[in-house]
């Protein structure tokens, strides 16, 4: 497996990578608003992405929400093949899918975490255990269904947006894989994206979420409004979990805490080791985009 720790670039010097995900629209435009060039690989092809990218390649279903691995894997190989990028990023959709990662950086460099790591920071009963065993604040949870649900969201690690997050009194009583409770932490819903090389790390931003119902779900992640400012109390705690959680886990690339704001304290309430949404909004945070 060949796993890369920074973006390559072509003879010109502008970079050259493959941007993979559920959808690569806001990743294949941020790096296209950066001056780099893209290739996008995703379930839609809509016409924004296809407008930032210098190619495209359908990897599953728009309608089935599900990647086809020997599509993803053959968009792989063409471009290995034709030496066109220098490696490929995983975005959203491949939280459940640390196998096909490990797939893909066998035909392809990977820019990113490698798939371990991605696997266990997605697998609540090691991921939540390692955070208190480090002082790291975050949101109290079981793997099973609390006694008394009142108070408690049923997740899936394995998901994205919040499509998956219920009341636990509405859960059932036992979890599959990747299935978890969650005590419901009230305050600010915020997000930090940011770079990481293993060990140190640079805030790209900080981000509001909006986070409304939509369609009868009720937890809905419905876009972010930033960059925002914290108090520096906040800053400063937010800057004491990123150094226990970058070198404690060795965390690359682009990544993203949720965490909620409680009485001015940020309260972890997980982590996405790839590129997150609020890319769109921090392009010009960082010089180079």
Known sequence: MRVAASIGSDASGRIRVAVAAMSARMMAESVARGGGAVVALDLFGDGDTRAAAEAWHGIGSAGALRFDDAAFLDALALLARQNDVAGWVAGSGFEARPDL??????????????????????????????????????????????????????????????????????????????????????????????????????????????????????????????????????????????????????????NGIDFVLRAGEPVLIELNPRPTASVALFDRCVNGG
């Open 101 to 254: 990662i490990a797939r893909g950086a066998s035909v392809l460099p990977l820019f990113g975490n490698a798939p371990e790591l991605v696997r266990r920071v997605r697998t609540p009963g090691w991921f939540y255990p390692w955070l208190a065993a480090r002082q790291v604040p975050h949101a109290e949870v079981s793997i099973s269904r609390p006694a008394q649900p009142e108070g408690w969201l049923a997740k899936d690690a394995r998901a994205c947006g919040g499509w998956h997050v219920r009341p636990a009194a509405a859960a059932g009583p036992a979890c599959g894989v990747g299935r978890y409770f969650q005590r419901r932490i009230e305050g600010m819903p915020l997000s930090v994206l940011f770079l990481a090389d293993g060990r140190d790390w640079r805030i790209a931003g900080i981000a509001r979420q909006i986070v409304r119902p939509l369609g009868g779900h009720a937890f809905v992640y419905r876009g972010g409004v930033g960059p925002v400012g914290l108090p520096p109390p906040a800053q400063e705690a937010l800057a004491a979990m990123l150094d226990r959680v970058v070198p404690g886990l060795g965390l690359i690339g682009l």
